[in-house]
Nanobody
Framework: QVQLVESGGGLVQAGGSLRLSCAAS????????MGWYRQAPGKQRDLVAA???????NYADSVKGRFTITRSIAKNTVYLQMNSLKPEDTAVYYC????????WGQGTQVTVSS
């Protein structure tokens, strides 16, 4: 089992920044990927950004150049630095840990006001 604890969401004005954190604990494997997904009301959950244990990253086109995902292997933590936030970034952001199984965090709300 893997437990994920997210933090860092909140309310911010358009153009502002937020940093999300997700700490993993439990049965952590050295070869794994972690990522952030988001789900707006009435919409499906979509990938925002992901990073492998080797440091390879993948971003949704809508956030390229604005969001940066990083990972601390030592702390089993993944971060999402979100800059130049837009109202359309408003959603619940979920952390995901993938190894032999997928695990999800409880979600953290990000609201961007115009």
């Amino acid at each position: 089992q893997v437990q994920l604890v997210e933090s860092g969401g909140g309310l911010v004005q358009a153009g502002g920044s937020l940093r999300l954190s997700c700490a993993a604990s439990g049965s952590i494997f050295s070869s794994s990927s972690m990522g952030w997904y988001r789900q707006a009301p009435g919409k499906q959950r979509d990938l925002v950004a992901a990073i492998t244990s080797g440091g390879t990253t993948n971003y949704a086109d809508s956030v390229k150049g604005r969001f940066t995902i990083t990972r601390s292997i030592a702390k089993n933590t993944v971060y999402l630095q979100m800059n130049s936030l837009k109202p359309e970034d408003t959603a619940v952001y979920y952390c995901k840990y993938s190894a032999y199984y997928d695990y999800w965090g409880q979600g953290t709300q990000v609201t961007v006001s115009s």
